[in-house]
C-alpha cells in the first residue's frame, strides 16, 4: 500500500534527507502530513561472526541514503498460507531496520511524541513492511510512529552455547536505543516514547519492561492481545538441545554456524513446542494450571527467556512489577482471540457444569454465558481457552500492579466490535482501528464491509491521548478492579468487562 501511494507522488515529493548517527536518509511524503522513511538500519546485519550475536551498530555511510522501500525482512516464510495481516517477506542481509512515519522532518524542536510499534507472529514470523502498521493516521494527530524488526525463531530466541539468549529482544532494544539517539531529527522526543505491540508483540512490549536494558527508553506501554508466557532457562536449553540433536551437533554456537538458515526454517516448526505441553480438555484443567500460576498456554519453544541477564525475573515477579511500576500501562484482549470451534472439546452444558463445580459466581456463569450466545455455542471451550491463553494473564498482572499501588497507573481494555464475516472479536482485528487505517489493504477480507468509522476514531484517539500524555480519563485498574474501556461501536467504560478472567483465577486461588 505504501509503495501504491508513493507510486501516486511526483518525485518532487520528496521528504527531506534527515541525519541519523549513521548517515543521512530520504523518504517520501505519502500525504500532507505524513513522511515517510523506510528500511533504515538500525544495527549492522546478523550474517558472518554477527550470526547468532548480540546486534552491533551498522556501517555508517556516505551521502544521502535512500529510505523508500522497506528493507529486507527477517521473515523468511509466512505464519501460514493465507494470514489475517497482510506480511510480506522481503529478501536481504540486512534485516535489522526500521521505519520511521512522521508529519515533522527534520524538525528537531517539534518534539512530538512517539509510538514505536512491535509486530506479533508468534516470535517466528510477521513483517513490519506489513501496510496495516501504516502510520499515516497517527502523523495526523501529531504522533511519530516507528515499526521496527527482530530477528525470529531459532535465530533470535534459540538456546545454544556461546550466544546470548533473547537476540531477538536485544534486537528491540538497540532499535530502541537508535529512536533514543536519533528521533528528535524526525520531530520526534525521545523522552515521550511509549511501546506497543500485538500478540508476540504484546508479550515483547512486556518483556522489555522486565529488562534493565531497556530501562529509560521508553515511557509508557501498550501490550496487546500478549499471551504472557515466558520461558524458563532450563526449559529453554532442553528446546535447544532437541533441535541441536536433530542436526546431529554439539548445541554450540560453532556447530551452528555451520548450518545454512534455510536448513533450520526447514525444520524449526516442528521443534517450536514444548515437550510437556499437553492440551487441555476441561475446566478442571485449566484450573490446575491456573493453581501453579501457568498463564498463556501458547506452549512456544522459541520466545523470551527468563536467563537472568536480560530478563532477569518473570513478569509477575515482585521485583518486576517494582522495577516498571512507574511506566504507565495500557493492556487488554480481543474479547474473543482464540474462540474458534475445535473437536473434541466439552459441550457448553458440561462447560457450565464444571464452572459451577468450581464455585464460579452466578453473575460470571451469565457473562460467560452470554457472550456465548453472542459468538455461538460450538465456540464455548474456544472462549474458555481465550479466556486461559490471554486475559486471566492480564487480570493477574493488573491485580499485582494494583496491590503494588500503581492501580492509578493502569488501564484495561476490551476490544469487543463483532467482525461481520465472522461471529466475534478475534485475534488481530482490532488492528485496523487502533491504527485508524480501515481501508488498508485486506481490512475488509477480514473484517467483511461493515466497518465503523465512529469506533476507529474512538479507539485510534483514544490510543492517541495515553501516547501524548501517559494517561487517559477513564478509570484506572485502581478504580475498577474487573473493569475496562470496552471498545464496541464507540469507547465506553464497562466495570464487568473482565469479571469471568477474575472468577477463574479466584477460584484457582491465585488472587482472592
Known amino acids: 500500500m505504501v509503495q501504491q501511494q508513493r507510486d501516486s507522488f511526483k518525485e518532487t515529493l520528496d521528504a527531506p534527507a534527515v541525519r541519523t548517527a549513521y548517515g543521512r536518509v530520504q523518504g517520501f511524503w505519502q500525504s500532507g502530513s505524513s513522511a515517510a522513511y523506510l528500511g533504515i538500519p538500525f544495527a549492522a546485519a546478523p550474517v558472518g561472526r554477527l550470526r547468532f550475536a548480540a546486534p552491533e551498530p551498522p556501517e555508517p555511510w556516505v551521502g544521502v541514503r535512500s529510505a523508500k522501500e522497506f528493507g529486507p525482512t527477517p521473515q523468511r516464510r509466512p505464519f501460514a498460507e493465507v494470514t489475517t495481516i497482510p506480511e510480506p517477506s522481503i529478501p536481504g542481509e540486512d534485516i535489522l531496520n526500521l521505519n520511521v512515519y512522521t508529519p515533522a522532518p527534520g524538525d528537531r524542536g517539534a518534539r512530538l511524541p512517539v509510538l514505536v510499534w512491535i509486530h506479533g507472529g508468534g516470535y517466528f514470523a510477521g513483517s513490519p ?11 495526523e494527530r501529531g504522533i511519530v510512529v516507528v515499526t521496527i524488526s527482530y ?14 539468549l533473547n537476540r531477538g529482544l536485544l534486537d528491540q532494544i538497540a532499535a530502541l536505543r537508535w529512536v533514543h539517539d536519533n528521533i528528535q531529527n524526525f520531530g520526534g522526543d525521545p523522552a515521550r516514547v511509549t511501546i506497543a505491540g500485538q500478540s508476540a508483540g504484546g508479550g515483547s512490549v512486556l518483556s522489555l519492561c522486565c529488562s534493565p536494558l531497556a530501562r529509560g527508553l521508553f515511557r509508557a506501554a501498550i501490550p496487546m492481545s500478549a499471551a504472557i508466557d515466558q520461558l524458563g532457562y532450563d526449559q529453554a536449553v532442553e528446546c535447544g538441545r532437541r533441535l541441536a540433536d536433530h542436526f546431529h551437533i554439539q548445541p554450540k554456537r560453532d556447530a ?28 478442571q484443567d485449566v484450573m490446575q494450571v491456573l493453581r501453579m500460576r501457568r498463564f498463556g498456554g501458547a506452549g512456544l519453544a522459541f520466545r523470551p527467556v527468563v536467563d537472568g541477564e536480560v530478563i ?28 474458534f470451534p475445535s473437536q473434541p472439546a466439552p459441550s457448553f452444558d458440561e462447560i457450565l457444569h464444571e464452572l459451577e463445580s468450581e464455585g464460579v459466581s452466578r453473575e460470571a456463569l451469565e457473562q460467560y454465558a452470554h457472550e456465548i450466545e453472542r459468538i455461538g455455542e460450538e465456540r464455548a471451550w474456544g472462549q474458555v481457552m481465550t479466556s486461559y491463553i490471554f486475559r486471566t494473564g492480564v487480570t493477574y ?4 500492579r494494583r496491590q503494588a499501588g500503581v492501580g492509578s497507573r493502569t488501564w484495561v481494555y476490551d476490544f469487543a466490535a463483532m467482525s461481520s464475516r465472522s461471529r466475534g472479536a478475534y485475534h488481530c482485528h482490532d488492528l485496523p482501528y487502533f ?37 487517559l480519563t477513564f478509570p484506572t485498574a485502581e478504580d475498577e478492579s474487573v473493569g475496562a474501556i470496552r471498545f464496541q461501536e464507540l469507547a465506553r ?19 482472592s
Not at 525475573?313 to 474462540?339: C, K, M, W
Not at 483514544?462 to 501516547?467: A, R
Not at 467504560?493 to 488472587?511: H, M, N
Request: aromatic share 12%; net charge negative.
Open 397 to 400: 498482572l493488573v491485580e499485582l
Open 493 to 511: 467504560f464497562d466495570p464487568t468487562a473482565y469479571l469471568f478472567d477474575r472468577e477463574l483465577l479466584s477460584r484457582s486461588g491465585v488472587i
Open 312 to 339: 532477569p525475573d518473570g513478569i509477575y515477579e515482585q521485583r518486576t512489577i517494582s522495577g516498571f511500576a512507574h511506566v504507565p500501562l495500557l493492556i487488554g484482549s480481543t474479547r474473543n482471540e482464540f474462540s
Open 151 to 164: 530477528r525470529l525463531g531459532f535465530d533470535g530466541f534459540g538456546w545454544m552455547e556461546g550466544a546470548p
Open 256 to 283: 551452528w554456524m555451520n548450518i545454512t538458515h534455510d536448513s533450520i526454517l526447514d525444520v524449526e516448526r516442528g521443534y517450536n513446542t514444548l515437550a510437556d505441553n499437553p492440551p487441555l480438555s476441561s475446566v
Open 435 to 471: 491504527f485508524n487505517f480501515l481501508d488498508a489493504p485486506q481490512v475488509d477480507r477480514v473484517l467483511g464491509t461493515a466497518l465503523s468509522g465512529p469506533l476507529a476514531d474512538a479507539m485510534h484517539s483514544t490510543i492517541c491521548t495515553f501516547v501524548r500524555d501517559g494517561q
Open 129 to 139: 513492511a506489513s501496510p496495516w502498521y501504516n502510520g499515516r493516521s497517527f502523523n
